[in-house]
């Protein structure tokens, strides 16, 4: 089964567990343009830059306010600059089959509570996007 491990992404070295994983999606190797343009024979010249980027958004099921804290730890250890919120990350490349190596940027995430008792927190599915440096 090609070179996968059983599972999709880690946080510098700490496997994120599928299981709280609902949904995963990844658009590997993003090609990026210097330029993009039509001569005039109306065919297209791009310069692209040989460096590629990924982006991965993926969501959780529901969540009590213990395992919510789990997965925050588990992102938290890949953090090497909580200012900007980039951490080191692994994750499958679907388009080379094997696993690759990161640094992403977090965006702000929001959180949604279900439903608040009084001595437990249930969430919504909470969807993280990470963009490659």
């Known amino acids: 089964m090609a070179n996968y491990k059983g599972y999709l992404i880690a946080f510098?070295?700490?496997i994120f567990p599928n299981k709280c994983i609902a949904e995963y999606?990844?658009?590997?190797?993003?090609?990026?343009?210097?330029s993009a343009e039509r001569d005039n024979n109306?065919?297209?010249?791009?310069?692209?830059l040989s460096n590629h980027k990924t982006n991965i958004t993926f969501s959780t099921?529901?969540?009590f306010l213990d395992d919510k804290i789990k997965i925050q730890n588990i992102i938290n250890k890949g953090i090497v600059n909580s200012t900007?919120?980039?951490c080191k990350v692994e994750y499958w490349n679907d388009e080379e089959n094997k696993y690759k190596e990161g640094y992403f940027y977090i965006p702000d995430v929001e959180f949604s509570v279900m439903?608040?008792?009084s001595n437990d927190i249930?969430?919504?599915?909470i969807t993280f996007?990470?963009?490659e440096y």
Do not use: W
Not at 122 to 125: D, E
């Open 115 to 117: 439903d608040a008792s």
């Open 42 to 48: 109306g065919d297209l010249q791009r310069k692209t």
């Open 84 to 86: 900007q919120r980039k």
């Open 12 to 14: 510098n070295k700490n």
């Open 122 to 125: 249930q969430y919504n599915p």
């Open 61 to 63: 099921h529901t969540l």
């Open 129 to 131: 996007e990470l963009i």
């Open 25 to 34: 999606s990844t658009t590997p190797n993003q090609r990026m343009e210097v």
